[in-house]
Each structure stands twice: as C-alpha cells, then as structure tokens.
C-alpha cells in the first residue's frame, strides 16, 4: 500500500503528530490490520460522501478506505555524509510514495531548537539539501559508466546520459528532481534511482496551539508558504499537539472540540486529504445493505484493474461494471431512481474509473 513519509529536523514535533496519527487509526472503527510496524501509522480517509452513501443504504458496516505514514526519525545536517542516522534515514525515504515535510513554526523557549532559532526556511533548506546531496551521490555513482556506454552509441546509454546530465547539473545548483524537466524516455531511463528529491511533497507547519484558529498572522507560516508556493508545494497548517489531543475524541465530541478550537476540519484530516491528492489517488465506493465501502485507486486506473483492487477474480473474470457518480445518485436519491432516470451506465474494459464512482462489478467466477 502507498505511504507518506513524516520528515522533520528534530523536535519539531514529528514524534507528536505521528502518535496523533496513530492514536487516529486505533480510533477507526474497522481497523483491517493487526500487526504492523511502530513506524507505520494507518489512517482512514475522511470522506463525506461515504457519510451521505450509509444514510442511503443504511449497511451493516460502514469501511473507510486507508493509507499508511511512515515515521522517518533522525534526519540531521550532515546526513547525506552520513551523520546521525544518515543513511539508514535516506534509505527509508527511499520507499515511500510522497513526502510530509514538518516544519517548526512554533516558539517555545523551553523546546530546544538543533540550530538555536526558530527559522522555518532555513529548516526546509536544511533537509532539503541533504536529500539533494543524496541524490547528486547517487547520479555521481552511475554517470561515468553510462557516459561511456552513450559514447559507444548505445541508445538507452545515450537517453540516460541525458537525463543524468541535467540532474547532475540540477542537484549542484540545489534544486530538487521534482523541477527538472525531462522526457518521458529520460524519465523512464533514471527511474530505478528513485530519487530523493523526484518525491511529492507537502509541507506540514507545525504552530502553537493559540496560532490554530488564525494560522494567517504567523510570520512563519506565510514564510513556509511562500516558499511552497516557488516549490510548487502544498502547505497544511496544524498544531501537533492539539491533533493529539483531536484524535483521541470522535464523532460529536470531536466536533465540539474542533468549534470551541474554531476550526472546520482537523489538521491531520487536511492532511490526509491533501497526502491522498498529492500520491495521485482517488476514491470509489461499493454500496448495499450489507456495506458501504470506500476503495482507494490511482486515477487514470481502467474498470477490471478497479475491481481487482476487491479481489483478484474480480479482475480475472471482469464482465462490466455498473457505475453510477455519487452526484447522480444523490440527486436521483435512490439507485433504483437512477436506474430510470438512465444514469446508471453499463461501463466495460476501457472505463477510466472516476472518482466518486459508485459500482457494481459483474464478473464470472
Ligand atoms: P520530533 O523530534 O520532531 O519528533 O519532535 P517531538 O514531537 O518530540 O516534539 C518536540 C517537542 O516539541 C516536544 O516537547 C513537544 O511536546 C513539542 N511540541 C510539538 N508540537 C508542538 C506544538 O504544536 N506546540 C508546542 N508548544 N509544542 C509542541
């Protein structure tokens, strides 16, 4: 399953959130998972129309769909060169899908900050470089080789040579994978590198808890979110400390507590939305009187690709699917009403599934 790393320089408050998201995902109701790693951390994705979906059907069980976080502890300065925990740090980010960048943004004397001020852009800058410097060892390993082999006029040799050479040149002027405009075949031909820096990310400013209600007029903040914005990044605002104490309530009292805070939505339910947006992924339901159930999906996935995410035989034996939008079928208010309006369409192999679909997959076994 897809995961987002959690990384930070530390105190921060990584370890704060993370155990938020934890104690969020022991929460959930139907927690599908027993035994997992003490890094990982699984959630489930808010969604109002799963909501809107078991007040129509009115199921047995309600299954929220998952995804996973990754506790990436012990980034320092000096990481890439392979201080503190180095390179088993950069190792782990090497696995996961996207990127959850904390950033202290915060003042608290009796928190120690690793620099000694609290300078948000300098943090981001920090990490970031050690991750570019991973990736530039990473080109510097391979380069020469390749360079040998595109002069020999060997075709792959030569595209990744390409490639190599603008990441190279890009990775000693500081900039991130992420920004490097290459072909698709140069793409393809630098891809088993997973490059640190090629990973989505989103930048979590981490604020005091009287900052939460009016995150706009923290001078920090505005600075994470400027740089975000030449990063071509997202930003959430949350406070740590709160989230852990949000996630331990649920249902009215969480609401409660989220308009005495006067918030809408809890910070980590931002952050799951915006993590779930930012690793491309998209959500259909399956509805009936036994569950509503929300799947997770890449967009751009076909409709037996879809059904096999329910089950292998499902893709195998793929004969259509009966697909109705959330819209439609809120507005018809019921399937049967759907049906004859004609909004429930018959959809086969090459049906990009959308996200909101609500389907009934016909299969042989
Ligand atoms: P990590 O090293 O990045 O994992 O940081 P921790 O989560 O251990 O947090 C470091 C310290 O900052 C702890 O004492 C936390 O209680 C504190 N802290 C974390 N988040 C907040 C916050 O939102 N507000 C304040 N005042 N302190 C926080």
Redesign the pocket.
Same mark, same amino acid.
């Given at each position: 399953s897809l995961t987002t790393g959690i990384v930070? +320089?530390?105190?921060?408050?990584?370890?704060? +959130?993370?155990?938020a998201i934890t104690q969020a995902g022991a929460e959930s109701a139907n927690y599908p998972f027993c035994t997992i790693d003490p890094n990982v951390g699984i959630v489930s994705v808010p969604d109002e129309r799963q909501e809107k979906l078991a007040q129509m059907y009115n199921p047995k069980k309600v299954i929220p769909t998952t995804f996973e976080f990754t506790?990436i502890?012990g980034l320092v300065k000096g990481a890439s060169k392979g201080e503190g925990l180095g390179n088993q740090f950069l190792a782990n980010i090497r696995s996961v899908d996207a990127i959850s960048h904390?950033v202290?943004c915060?003042?608290?004397k009796?928190?120690t900050h690793v620099s000694g001020k609290v300078d948000p852009i300098d943090d981001i800058e920090t990490i970031n470089l050690e991750l570019i410097l991973a990736d530039l060892e990473s080109v510097n390993k391979r380069i020469d080789r390749v360079q040998k082999l595109a002069k020999q006029k060997d075709k792959d040799a030569v595209i990744e040579f390409s490639a190599l050479t603008k990441l190279k040149d890009a990775f000693e002027n500081e900039k991130p994978a992420r920004h490097v405009e290459l072909s698709d075949d140069e793409k393809a031909a630098v891809k088993s590198l997973n490059f640190l820096t090629s990973k989505p990310v989103l930048y979590v400013a981490?604020?005091?808890?009287d900052d939460i209600a009016s995150p706009d007029v923290n001078d920090y903040v505005k600075q994470v979110q400027a740089f975000a914005e030449k990063d071509k990044a997202e930003v959430v605002v949350?406070?740590?400390?709160?989230?852990s104490e949000i996630a331990e309530l649920e249902g009215e009292e969480k609401q409660n507590f989220l308009e005495e805070l006067g918030i809408k939505k809890s910070g980590l339910d931002q952050l799951i939305e915006k993590s779930y947006k930012l690793l491309g992924l998209a959500t259909y339901f399956t509805a009936g009187e036994q569950e509503v159930r929300a799947w997770t999906f890449h967009q751009g996935t076909k409709a037996p690709q879809a059904a096999g995410i329910i089950h292998t035989d499902f893709e195998r034996g793929f004969i259509r699917a009966e697909v109705v939008s959330y819209e439609d079928l809120m507005e018809a208010g019921s399937l049967q009403a759907a049906k004859e309006k004609g909004k429930l369409r018959l959809e086969g192999k090459e049906y990009i599934v959308q996200d909101g679909d609500v389907i009934h997959f016909r299969f042989n076994v």
């Open positions: 930070g +320089l530390p105190n921060v408050g990584k370890s704060t +959130l993370f155990n506790d502890a904390v202290r915060f003042d608290d009796d928190i981490n604020v005091s808890e949350i406070s740590a400390r709160i989230e």
